[in-house]
């Protein structure tokens, strides 16, 4: 079915008419050339649809602008949105009533943030296995090491080892009979 591009697909009547959100008279006009084949696609898509090749134009042009949930900048984008809340929660979680500006300076609202933000990117991990979160931990705990030996030199060459139960330094005894343990 070939049509001569001056020729526009009329509307059946029994096709319910839309409204348009701007009247015809006030929306802005755009002239587009287009190659034959994609307008007698365009015309078909239209008479599928029952609209105008107007109509159906601006539908697929509007479509273009949605995200595309494939896409991998959107992928990324959802994530960090979804770390990024998990901060807010977990610094506001003890003190709602701080600005965003104060519990960002407040190093125990900050601490809560890290948290909920480490946790929410844990909750996505694609290996949730224990042995793979581990090494994760590790290997966070010697860049942490890392950077605070690169900004206090004179800093204990390692970090201290923490109770696992209250999260305080552990004793020296726990320590030394820790590491025979692992010998």
Not at 64 to 77: A, G, H, K, M, V
Not at 131 to 136: D, K, N, P, S
Request: proline share 8%; charged share 35%.
């Amino acid at each position: 079915m070939s049509r001569s591009k001056n020729i526009r697909p009329t509307p059946r009547r029994d096709a319910p008419r839309a409204k348009l959100a701007t009247p015809a008279r006030e929306r802005p006009k755009v002239s587009v050339r287009l190659e034959p084949g994609t307008y007698e696609n365009l015309l078909k898509a239209a008479e599928a649809a029952r609209v105008s090749v107007t109509a159906e134009a601006e539908r697929r042009l509007e479509k273009s602008f949605e995200p595309d949930p494939e896409d991998p900048t959107n992928i990324l984008r959802d994530f960090a949105r979804h770390i990024m809340r998990a901060f807010e929660i977990g610094g506001w979680s003890d003190t709602p009533s701080l600005t965003a500006e104060e519990w960002l300076k407040d190093p125990q609202c900050y601490h809560g943030g890290m948290v909920h933000a480490f946790e929410a990117m844990l909750t996505r991990h694609p290996d949730p296995r224990f042995e793979t979160l581990l090494r994760l931990l590790h290997a966070i705990r010697s860049r942490l090491e890392e950077h605070l030996l690169a900004v206090n030199p004179n800093e204990e060459r390692h970090l201290p080892v923490l109770d696992r139960e209250s999260g305080r330094r552990a004793a020296k005894s726990d320590i030394t009979d820790e590491a025979k343990d692992e010998g």
